[in-house]
């Protein structure tokens, strides 16, 4: 089946015997390109696809070879990276994959020559996990040592100490927030000033959790701990008779995989409280790529263990709680405050829950022990889309 796919994959492309222009920007890997749908409005730039099953286009040229030859040290598809990159000569390279393992390598072997930014996409309990999964014998090696990134436009100065804590080389750290919600709210034009009344009084937004959760991430048990956080939330909604909507994160993914999200909640989950919950679902909206956030802005309180939406909500002054029952401290919530809420019965989950929803926005903020801004920049009157421009302007 590989050598057929392999084979099916070589007859689809298409071989050009000439250079690829010149351009001033290089976007390295095109996963995720609508999110730079924004940035890239302004500039002459060249998508560089690097991953394999993406790749449409393979450049046949000496020029070419002769690069691939000269770098052949670092691998055959890394040095044809390199070569064409070279070819290109962009005054600078960004990706918004801020966690690749392949745009930190090749940053290490061309960053005195080109500039190197990339976007922070998510938040990055990836460095914790990486040292425990090492630990674990998962991986062979502390891939956290691969990491190497020139210019970081990250969420917070959140970011500045967790990159120093795991020694991860960063030379310039501009926290900027999310260009993810900034598309959000550029693309429907939201005045988050304006008076909300929400439709719902809880979002419950997926994790995206799979049943070999604790084999994974060598855990013990903690995925019966998200399931009862899931159970409670259900319990909660249908006792007190709460507005309810339930966001899946893997909704615009393929069948398998939003299946085996769907299995988790199956699993752990009675069936009539299940069918609630698919009723009472994401999936009975129109798909598009910001119904999460569509969900999330029409509730009074969103509920979550650890996704990136929890700052994001709470950096334009929404109410969001990290629910995280887990006894690893993988995925932990960075500060403290109400909008954190560890292993404990229900009727403590219920309390918390009371809590919040008769609080208002602003009694909430002032709950945590640091600014919201430590953990994710919002700014009205200057987007981050506006601030990243910015600072690739002073490159080009």
Same mark, same amino acid.
């Given at each position: ?70 770098? $052949? ?10 070569? $064409? ?33 990339? $976007? ?81 009084? !809880? ?23 998200? +399931? ?108 403290? +405050? ?49 601030? !990243? ?8």
């Amino acid at each position: 089946m590989k050598i057929y796919s392999l084979i099916k994959k070589i007859l689809s492309l298409k071989f050009s015997f000439n250079l690829p222009s010149k351009k001033s920007l290089l976007v390295f890997d095109d996963e995720a390109i609508q999110d730079l749908r924004y940035i890239l409005d302004d500039y002459n730039y060249f998508i560089l696809s690097v991953r394999i099953n993406k790749i449409k286009t393979v450049y046949v040229n000496i020029k070419i070879l002769i690069g691939i030859i000269k770098n $052949i040290k670092h691998g055959f598809f890394k040095s044809y990276l390199i070569s $064409i990159i070279e070819q290109i000569s962009p005054k600078v390279i960004i990706t918004n994959i801020d966690n690749s393992w392949q745009f930190s390598e090749i940053a290490k072997i061309l960053s005195l020559k080109y500039n190197f930014f990339a $976007i922070q996409n998510g938040s990055r309990h990836d460095f914790k996990r990486y040292e425990h999964q090492y630990k674990m014998g998962i991986y062979k090696k502390n891939m956290n040592k691969i990491f190497f990134i020139p210019n970081l436009f990250c969420f917070g100065d959140f970011e500045v100490d967790d990159y120093k804590k795991f020694n991860i080389p960063v030379k310039n750290f501009y926290p900027v927030g999310s260009l993810k919600l900034a598309n959000y709210l550029k693309l429907k034009n939201i005045n988050l000033e304006k008076n909300v009344k929400y439709k719902y009084d !809880i979002c419950l937004v997926s994790d995206s959790m799979v049943l070999h959760f604790d084999k994974r991430f060598g855990t013990n048990n903690d995925i019966d701990k998200m +399931g009862k956080f899931f159970q409670y939330t259900i319990k909660y909604v249908r006792e007190n008779n709460k507005n309810f909507i339930c966001a899946f994160a893997k909704i615009n993914s393929s069948k398998k995989i939003l299946e085996n999200e769907l299995l988790f909640f199956k699993t752990y989950l009675k069936k009539d409280d299940y069918e609630f919950l698919l009723k009472n679902s994401t999936l009975n909206f129109t798909k598009h790529n910001y119904l999460t956030y569509d969900a999330m802005l029409s509730s009074n309180l969103s509920l979550t263990a650890f996704s990136t939406l929890l700052r994001e909500h709470m950096s334009i002054g929404r109410k969001a709680l990290s629910v995280n029952f887990m006894k690893n401290d993988l995925f932990k919530f960075p500060i403290n +405050g109400d909008c954190k809420l560890d292993d404990c019965n229900y009727d403590e989950f219920k309390k918390h829950i009371d809590k919040i929803l008769n609080l208002n926005e602003f009694d909430y903020l002032q709950s945590f022990e640091k600014p919201v801004g430590y953990l994710m920049k919002y700014d009205s009157s200057q987007s981050t889309i506006e601030k !990243i421009k910015k600072i690739i302007n002073l490159y080009i």
